[in-house]
């Protein structure tokens, strides 16, 4: 299990079409990832769950995967987060 934390610094946060880009990116791995903010925890592979979160700029993310490409997994969404690459 890899987990990292990381605060939210892209300007669209996780919203719609960003959270879509994200879960697309999530599932690309075979790891189980989750991402916890807030005393919640939901499956980052989950649309529905990312959406639920409201994830915005400044938030501050805990992203743990676990599996052959947890290491890759965690490093590749936490960059995501930190720049607008959607």
């Known amino acids: 299990m890899y987990n990292m934390t990381t605060v939210v610094t892209c300007a669209s946060g996780l919203h719609n079409k960003q959270a879509t880009y994200f879960i697309q990116?999530?599932?690309d791995?075979?790891?189980s990832i989750w991402?916890?903010?807030e005393e919640r925890?939901?499956?980052a592979k989950s649309l529905l769950?990312?959406?639920s979160m409201a994830i915005?700029?400044?938030t501050?993310?805990?992203i743990t995967a676990d599996g052959t490409d947890e290491?890759?997994?965690v490093k590749s969404l936490a960059e995501m987060l930190k720049e607008d690459v959607f």
Request: proline fraction near 4%; charge should be negative; charged fraction near 20%.
């Open 41 to 43: 925890k939901i499956n």
């Open 71 to 73: 290491e890759l997994a």
């Open 49 to 51: 769950g990312v959406l």
């Open 25 to 27: 990116k999530a599932n």
């Open 35 to 37: 991402i916890e903010a």
């Open 29 to 31: 791995f075979q790891s």
């Open 60 to 62: 501050e993310l805990t």
């Open 56 to 58: 915005v700029p400044g």
